[in-house]
């Protein structure tokens, strides 16, 4: 599978970014997507995910109530819309895919990623 992250850019505290994960090599509407965050020096965290079976979805809590995941199965992509931005949501977000019907928060879980997108959100 190969994963094609885009959105990402410079946004102020309080503003929206929506982020797209675009997917080919693979029947889309059979993979898993998540969406992992990764700042220098820090392991990469688990953001959000939505399984292939049923489109269930699972949240950090620190994004709980602020970004929404979802997918177009006919577009082949996935996307991550995140409201009212913090400088703490500053980072490299990245999406995954797997095969099985997962929302794993264990990056170890995940097949195959893509190259990241940079969020920057000013204060």
């Known amino acids: 599978v190969q994963l094609q992250a885009s959105g990402g850019g410079l946004v102020q505290a309080g503003g929206s970014l929506k982020l797209s994960c675009t997917a080919s090599?693979?029947?889309?509407?059979?993979?898993?997507v998540g969406w992992f965050r990764q700042t220098p020096g820090k392991e990469r965290d688990f953001v959000a995910a939505?399984?292939?079976?049923?489109?269930?979805?699972n949240y950090a809590d620190s994004v709980k109530g602020r970004f929404t995941i979802s997918r177009d199965n006919a577009a082949n992509t996935a996307y991550l819309q995140m409201n009212n931005l913090k400088p703490e949501d500053t980072a490299v977000y990245y999406c995954?895919?797997?095969?099985?019907?997962?929302?794993?928060?264990?990056?170890?879980?995940?097949?195959?990623w893509g190259q990241g997108t940079l969020v920057t959100v000013s204060s």
């Open positions: 090599g693979r029947t889309f509407s059979r993979l898993s």
């Open positions: 939505i399984r292939w079976s049923h489109s269930l979805t």
């Open positions: 995954a895919a797997s095969t099985m019907s997962t929302t794993s928060r264990r990056t170890y879980e995940w097949s195959s």
